[in-house]
């Protein structure tokens, strides 16, 4: 019974780009739920959509060459760190020696 209370084309759709099948067969199975019923999808399928977003961003991610700009950018900040913590302690040296100095 459960098979024909399923939305076939968004089945057929999740499995053909490699969903697996018992994910498929519930996702859809909610879908075809919440639309009979009228309502907002059951939370399988807004989990199951979440988690989807979640991968489909991870994949852009590296695909868009995210953690190179992540590591590229991670190198600039401890260039930075390091020229900041050389002018402090430059300026330390300086105030150190005027104060013996005095």
């Known amino acids: 019974m459960a098979a024909a209370t399923r939305d076939k084309d968004l089945f057929k759709l999740m499995r053909a780009t490699g969903v697996r099948k018992k994910v498929a067969v519930r996702v859809s199975e909610a879908v075809a739920e919440g639309n009979r019923a009228g309502k907002k999808a059951p939370k399988t399928a807004r989990r199951a959509v979440r988690d989807f977003g979640e991968l489909v961003s991870q994949l852009e991610d590296r695909v868009n060459g995210g953690p190179a700009k992540r590591s590229a950018a ?5 260039r930075t760190r390091k020229r900041e913590a050389a002018k402090r302690s430059d300026a330390a040296r300086r105030a150190a020696k005027a104060r013996a100095r005095s």
Request: aromatic share 0%; hydrophobic share 60%; charged share 40%.
């Open 74 to 78: 991670a190198k600039k900040a401890a």
